[in-house]
């Protein structure tokens, strides 16, 4: 039992020791990644549609919103404390909260959004040329950024306005009665099962319907374009619907591995103030947290990764401030 304890303790303090150098280091890639993002699919020479621009652009600008709000503004003065002692005279604590739980909210339901967007896309194609438009788009965008922000707007009356620093759930000052009341609690765990446990369900459930959608329309097709041609050569609709399927699953399975973590030890921890003992070890928490921002600097590998056009704009973009050096200096 003792030696269990050693070793939880003794990995907890080798993540406190990585953190002030993760933190600081994914601030840096994270900001001009989702910057960049940003830039090249607003400029539309990615061969997408203006509908998945509208989405994959709403989601680089809510990670970008998370790695300011959180990382930057949050998770950097916890674990650089003494330089940041300032904030414990600031009083923007809980508003900081709303907007925090906020930008990670729409960060996640956004993911949720773009997925069933390609589900409609894919598999309804009655309601495809209705639904699956810019116009559509940034209604679903709109809607659910007021929904994300009304959501967390009780977190102002929870949190005091005072910075707490702490490497705890929360970084604002909390009354111990208010922590361990009912009404926090019911309010703490509905939060986490709305963000993300609930999109966790919708994404993995539309996924395996893309999937076994694509696969019932593939085999149909295949049989279909044999007996008409008696051979069976590249179909383009399917291979565009496999392009598609590979950019949607890379993105949801990316969301979910890197949030899972944090998902359940959110859930489990409340369930332990609930009376129930089922609290994780706090180094696991740790690293769902680290795991979480993670998630909002790795889209941009994964577009670049998957998407040939994308890459090609992001190679032009490096190369221009080089090519206009050059240009300069003769």
């Not at 291979?239 to 998902?263: A, E, P, T, Y």
């Not at 221009?320 to 300069?328: E, F, R």
Request: with cysteine; proline share 4%.
């Amino acid at each position: 039992m003792a030696l269990g304890f050693l070793i939880k303790l003794k990995i907890l303090w080798a993540i406190y020791d990585i953190q002030p150098i993760y933190f600081p280091i994914l601030a840096a890639f994270g900001v001009p990644v989702n910057v960049v993002t940003i830039v090249i699919l607003s400029r539309g020479k990615c061969g997408l549609s203006k509908c998945v621009t509208r989405y994959l652009v709403a989601m680089a600008a809510a990670d970008l919103l998370v790695v300011i709000i959180d990382l930057i503004l949050r998770q950097i003065p916890i674990v650089y404390r003494e330089q940041f002692i300032f904030l414990r005279n600031v009083v923007l604590c809980n508003i900081h909260a709303i907007l925090l739980y906020a930008a990670a909210d729409c960060s996640v339901w956004f993911t949720v959004t773009f997925t069933f967007d390609r589900f409609v896309a894919i598999c309804c194609q009655k309601l495809k040329s209705k639904y699956c438009t810019e116009q559509t788009a940034a209604v679903v965008l709109g809607t659910v950024t007021v929904l994300c922000s009304l959501k967390n707007i009780f977190w102002y009356f929870l949190y005091t306005s005072e910075y707490y620093l702490s490497n705890s759930s929360w970084f604002c000052r909390v009354a111990y009665d208010v922590s361990r009341s009912l009404v926090w609690a019911i309010v703490e765990l509905m939060h986490y099962i709305l963000t993300p446990f609930i999109p966790f369900l919708l994404i993995l459930m539309l996924n395996a319907l893309t999937v076994r959608h694509i696969l019932l329309a593939s085999r149909a097709r295949s049989r279909l374009r044999g007996r008409s041609s008696g051979e069976s050569p590249i179909d383009p609709e399917m291979d565009n619907r496999r392009k598609s399927m590979i950019v949607l699953f890379v993105i949801s399975g990316n969301f979910i591995l890197l949030w899972v973590v944090f998902m359940f030890c959110s859930i489990l921890r409340r369930l332990d103030y609930l009376g129930y003992p089922v609290s994780p070890p706090t180094f696991v928490r740790e690293i769902g947290f680290m795991l979480q921002l993670l998630s909002c600097c790795t889209n941009t590998f994964i577009y670049a990764v998957t998407q040939r056009k994308f890459r090609e704009e992001l190679s032009n973009g490096m190369k221009y401030p080089l090519a206009l050096m050059v240009k300069l200096n003769r």
